[in-house]
């Protein structure tokens, strides 16, 4: 149901009234809109001598000094005082009701409690514990006993023929940092001259090496100094070991280090109807369906077909010990503490390690925990679909393959082939101080 406003009956009232005023005066568009404004305030009037609610009172104030600017300066006359005089009463009985509401809402102070106050008590403290106190101290008498401290030390100093060791969780981290680094500094020649020939001495660096990284990374992020020290420090114990590692493997001279320096059956038919020439039964031909049945496996030579990958081969199914922890201790150095990144990172499609490898596991004698070791995308030919040929229609050149292997050095880490590495600015950045927001201008002088 429409209301009363949107009525066709209010409508034609509107209408008619805007007509007539229009054709009896020169001014009767406005003359129409001077009379709505004034037929407002008269039900405006009404409606605050009944009590209409505020919210009304005050929408219908708001809609008549609306109507009032859009006439744009009216003429004075008696219509627009009186329309003044009930738009200044409607809003002395919004303000009157206002005030009400606020006197109710208002809390009624409780005064009898300043009644009773009496300053002078409260200028007055009396304190008898503070008192008893004060007199005891001339009456107390000397006494010679003395309070004996013996602390218990928490960072113990390192023994200088000892490689010592770091923890995550120790107690007072900052300081057994300056310790170690300072041991480094001092007793890590002497130590590497007594030991470079025992054949723990590259896994225990290779250990200290990490467990060092990964503590000092997490303390030392957000101070370049302390990142610099880190960097000398893990830099020192890694010549340490390279040099362990050529006094156990001599031929290791021979190769680069890679750290970077700078900072990869028939049916015959005949005239088009199918013949038997003899039974089913004939005992030559099942003889020479047995024939034609044999099948045989393939056999794959268990080595790459080039040289230099077989040599590579042979020598990863029993790599030294103290080679195996120089490589991966040396790829630590590379990838994790020094941030370099590989020209291209490639991951396998498919997996297929030496150690898995069925022809050669049996050899394999290296250590299964290592970080570098050979994997090949490629299946081996044992493996694939074609491993079982027909002996009727197989050549020796069909069942004597060559490997199908390709293998490639993998970082079991990382998930990755290992590639050629190139430093990254991320080294930089770590060693470089952090200026403020403000001081933004002047962070490309320190690069």
Not at 232 to 249: P, R, S
Not at 330 to 351: A, C, G, H, K, M
Not at 387 to 392: E, G, K, S
């Amino acid at each position: 149901k429409l209301p009363w406003r949107r009525s066709p009956l209010w409508l034609l009232i509107r209408a008619g009234l805007q007509l007539t005023m229009a054709r009896f005066s020169s001014r009767g568009h406005d003359m129409y809109k001077e009379f709505m404004v004034f037929l407002m305030a008269e039900v405006l009037n009404i409606s605050t001598k009944h009590g209409a609610g505020s919210e009304e009172l005050h929408t219908m104030s708001t809609k008549i000094c609306r109507r009032l600017c859009k006439l744009n300066h009216p003429p004075e006359g008696k219509w627009l005082t009186h329309v003044r005089e009930i738009l200044s009463k409607t809003s002395q009985s919004l303000a009157t009701r206002w005030d009400q509401i606020c006197m109710e809402s208002e809390r009624s102070l409780d005064l009898k409690a300043v009644e009773t106050f009496k300053p002078a008590d409260s200028t007055q403290l009396s304190l008898p514990g503070m008192e008893t106190f004060v007199a005891s101290v001339s009456a107390r008498k000397y006494t010679t006993e003395v309070a004996h401290f013996n602390p218990v030390p928490q960072v113990l100093l390192l023994d200088d023929n000892r490689l010592p060791t770091i923890e995550k969780g120790e107690r007072y981290l900052c300081f057994r940092l300056a310790m170690l680094e300072s041991w480094v500094a001092a007793n890590l020649d002497l130590w590497l001259k007594h030991h470079i020939r025992e054949e723990d001495t590259c896994g225990e660096l290779k250990d200290l090496i990490q467990s060092y990284h990964q503590v000092a990374s997490r303390q030392y992020s957000g101070r370049p100094e302390g990142a610099s020290r880190m960097l000398l420090t893990i830099g020192e114990l890694w010549v340490a070991m390279d040099k362990a590692a050529i006094q156990a493997l001599p031929s290791l001279m021979l190769y680069e280090h890679e750290v970077p320096i700078e900072c990869d059956e028939y049916a015959q038919e005949e005239y088009g109807v199918p013949v038997r020439h003899h039974s089913y039964g004939c005992v030559r031909c099942g003889y020479l369906n047995k024939a034609n049945s044999l099948r045989i496996d393939m056999h794959e030579w268990p080595l790459p077909q080039d040289d230099l990958e077989a040599q590579s081969t042979v020598f990863e199914l029993s790599v030294p010990t103290i080679f195996s922890e120089w490589r991966d201790s040396t790829l630590y150095v590379i990838n994790d503490v020094l941030l370099s990144e590989q020209i291209d990172t490639l991951y396998p499609q498919s997996s297929y390690p030496l150690r898995d490898y069925p022809p050669l596991s049996k050899f394999f004698q290296s250590g299964r925990g290592y970080r570098v070791h050979l994997l090949s995308e490629a299946k081996p030919n044992m493996v694939t679909h074609r491993r079982t040929l027909n002996v009727q229609s197989c050549t020796e050149s069909d069942v004597c393959v060559n490997n199908g292997l390709r293998y490639q050095y993998f970082d079991g880490s990382r998930g990755w082939f290992l590639e050629n590495f190139l430093p990254t600015e991320g080294l930089s950045h770590l060693c470089t101080l952090s200026l403020p927001g403000r001081a933004h201008n002047l962070r490309r002088f320190l690069m």
